[in-house]
């Protein structure tokens, strides 16, 4: 290959890498100013003068909270650490939504395990009330030892899944090839702790051990930084004005391809792109995504 194709290739490359962008650094905020307790307020734990918070599981009931306002894109952040020790039957659930039947979702639930047995990450995206994307990975660390921080960037052009800085999946605007995008209903961020043991750790058959209660999951750094909207709401009124509408965010850059390509290689344990039980035929996203 010449030296003259060489360097364009490089230049491309770096090009490439220079449109693309990380996510802001979060501002980490007490759970009070942007956070409010939904269900069994007697579970949830206030430390550190609300810097920090544990939700407590027990055989009579979970709990959780949901941000105060309804947002139409932003970030969404979070550092959490899972349930310890015997955890099976448990879900650890981070998810925005919005509220009608035909409801949005962005879904990051953590699956409990059994002691030494490694925890599944689940995430899906609902559209127009339609969901089935499920994807699952294994972390490549334990979640229960210390805290790691959970994001979701969402504008207009694509959906990004983090932990810590890693993009562990991404969900293209595939509204062209008739696949609907979460764009015009705002949505609330909830968080929650619950049993699930019909379904959550190997498919139901691994219940949940109750002489193990109270399961505590410890949550920090309430970061949102998105366009507040009305549940009415049809676009976001700054939408294209702020950092995450910039042309940056509109993909992933080079280095960032690299990192989702690492995760799904080496910890994916679920795809429904490459499920051909379920989908015989593969979903128009998926191409988009480069999840096949």
């Known amino acids: 290959m010449g030296s003259s194709l060489w360097t364009c290739l490089i230049l491309l490359s770096l090009a490439s890498a220079s449109f693309a962008a ?88 953590f699956l409990g395990n059994r002691t030494g047995q490694p925890y599944i990450l689940q995430t899906n995206v609902f559209t127009g009330g339609k969901g089935d994307r499920e994807q699952r990975i294994y972390l490549w660390f334990d979640p229960t030892r210390e805290y790691h921080r959970y994001s979701v960037l969402w504008n207009m052009y694509q959906i990004v899944f983090y932990v810590d800085d890693y993009p562990i999946r991404v969900f293209k605007n595939s509204n062209d090839l008739g696949v609907k995008f979460p764009f015009n209903q705002p949505m609330k961020i909830y968080n929650s702790l619950w049993n699930a043991d019909d379904w959550a750790t190997r498919g139901g058959l691994e219940k949940t051990d109750w002489s193990k209660a109270p399961f505590v999951a410890s949550y920090k750094g309430f970061h949102i930084d998105g366009c507040e909207a009305s549940v009415n709401a049809k676009f976001c009124d700054t939408q294209g004005k702020r950092w995450w509408d910039q042309p940056e965010f509109r993909d992933l850059d080079a280095a960032q391809w690299q990192k989702l390509t690492w995760v799904r290689q080496k910890y994916t344990i679920y795809n429904y792109c490459s499920d051909r039980k379920r989908y015989p035929q593969v979903s128009p996203e998926c191409a988009r995504d480069r999840d096949i």
């Open 22 to 109: 990380n996510p802001r650094t979060p501002i980490d905020v007490p759970f009070g100013r942007n956070y409010v307790p939904t269900w069994a307020f007697d579970h949830i734990k206030y430390l550190n003068g609300g810097s920090e918070i544990q939700l407590h599981l027990d055989k009579y009931t979970g709990t959780g909270f949901q941000s105060k306002g309804s947002y139409l894109f932003g970030h969404f952040s979070m550092y959490i650490k899972l349930v310890p020790g015997d955890s099976a039957g448990t879900v650890t659930a981070f998810y925005l939504s919005s509220t009608n039947s035909e409801h949005d979702e962005i879904d990051f639930e």
